[in-house]
């Protein structure tokens, strides 16, 4: 049970180029998330999904696109990647039904850095 | 939308001392579940310990506990003891427990804690 995994773990960018944020989860989670995380300012959601083909706008969606063909896959593409885009990018995941025991698992993370 | 506010950005504890972390949340809603998450230099997002709203019991896992006051809607963490392996950043976080957000997590901005030896 390899829990919720994202790659590349680091990636360098130049402005303009465009690249996709790979994650998956084994533990048949409906429920998946993207995160940037940016000094001082915690985690900050981006898009998520409740399920194989719906996805959602979170706080920070703009140059994001993202889409949920399977329940265990969740990538999350940058169209055109700006020096503001530089962060630390967190994908998650939980049952999504709500139950004392959801909590989100969050796989380790991607540093990307855009020049 | 909630908010999640941690006002420590950085805390220091001499090792096998107690601390405690503040988070403080607003919210409408009855019914909500609360979360602190440790972020080691690893980066990688531990959960330590989760409160259901609606439990007036305070929630504790070994050497962690937390004081939550619903009313004053505030959510403070207590490490006893501490470990050097305690040092991390801490993220208090918020889940709606109904509604259509109610996957959504809402984080505060964190807390650096640091153990000295």
């Known amino acids: 049970n390899a829990g919720v995994t994202q790659t590349p773990k680091f990636q360098v960018l130049k402005t303009g180029q465009s690249m996709t944020l790979q994650c998956a989860q084994d533990?048949?989670?409906?429920?998946m998330s993207w995160y940037r995380q940016d000094p001082g300012m915690g985690l900050r959601l981006i898009h998520y999904s409740v399920g194989a083909g719906i996805t959602d706008q979170g706080e920070v969606p703009n140059g994001y696109n993202v889409s949920r063909s399977t329940t265990e896959d969740f990538p999350l593409r940058l169209l055109s990647a700006a020096p503001s885009q530089t962060s630390v990018y967190f994908c998650a995941s939980s049952y999504g039904r709500g139950l004392d025991t959801d909590t989100q698992y969050f796989g380790p993370g991607t540093r990307l850095t855009v020049l | 939308a909630q908010t999640v506010t941690q006002s420590q950005p950085e805390m220091s504890v001499q090792e096998a001392e107690t601390v405690t972390l503040s988070c403080t949340y607003d919210t409408s809603e009855s019914d909500y579940y609360l979360f602190w998450y440790k972020q080691p230099p690893s980066r990688q997002m531990i959960l330590v310990i989760r409160q259901e709203a609606y439990k007036q019991q305070n929630a504790t896992e070994n050497r962690f506990s937390v004081n939550f006051q619903k009313a004053a809607k505030s959510f403070s963490l207590k490490i006893s003891d501490s470990q050097l392996g305690d040092a991390a950043m801490y993220f208090c976080a918020y889940r709606s427990s109904r509604g259509y957000n109610f996957n959504k997590f809402y984080f505060g901005s964190g807390t650096k804690l640091n153990v000295k030896p």
């Open positions: 533990m048949n989670h409906e429920y």
